[in-house]
């Protein structure tokens, strides 16, 4: 398989606003607005995206996923979209990123590293709010749509044409919750063939 500890020709940082909206048939729906991350020397940009000959950056503008968390096993299924404004030298480029992924409270790990593996325990604690700290980590596929016209910048169309799989951690925090996602060009992370 290949190697993912290359550096992610794609990178997603987003403070998280996140109402429990209430109960529905099979769990609760939450709404996640994305909101922008303020830039720190260790994260310059709230999206960044490398490709070969060059990087675009910018910054989170809108965001908004109905998420679930079912009440039987925990799991929780995310399916956002997601505004980015780019910066590049020509010009401003809106691009829209849908995320869809799955995870599950089981795998919430709290600040003592400590997990809560039986699923009814996991919610419990999830409903009465995980302590500040807790991580959950999450999977999720990433698609864009772009608005490419004449002097786009290069990377634009790979931005476009590519199905990218992220690797990404939820952070729940008293003051705003945060993600932070990974991304890489899927076709790069099919097993390869033994020689």
Do not use: C
């Not at 929780?76 to 979209?81: A, L, M, Q, S, T």
């Not at 809560?116 to 959950?136: C, D, I, K, V």
């Amino acid at each position: 398989m290949n190697n993912t500890k290359q550096q992610a020709p794609l990178e997603l940082n987003a403070q998280i606003d996140a109402i429990k909206l209430g109960g529905i048939p099979g769990g609760t729906r939450l709404d996640l607005r994305y909101l922008e991350v303020p830039p720190t020397k260790t994260s310059p940009a709230a999206f960044t995206f490398r490709y070969t000959g060059g990087e675009l950056t910018g910054k989170v503008v809108t965001g908004h996923d109905w998420a679930l968390v079912r009440d039987d096993d925990g799991v929780v299924i995310f399916d956002g979209r997601i505004t980015i404004l780019l910066q590049s030298s020509m010009k401003r480029l809106s691009v829209i990123a849908r995320i869809n992924g799955r995870t599950t409270l089981t795998r919430a790990r709290m600040p003592d590293g400590s997990v809560e593996q039986q699923p009814e325990l996991a919610l419990n604690q999830w409903r009465n709010g995980f302590e500040s700290g807790t991580t959950l980590p999450l999977e999720v596929v990433m698609q864009f749509t772009a608005d490419i016209s004449r002097g786009s910048p290069a990377g634009l169309i790979d931005l476009e044409n590519k199905l990218y799989f992220g690797f990404g951690i939820y952070t729940f925090d008293a003051s705003a919750d945060r993600i932070h996602i990974k991304a890489f060009d899927a076709a790069s992370l099919r097993p390869r063939e033994a020689s």
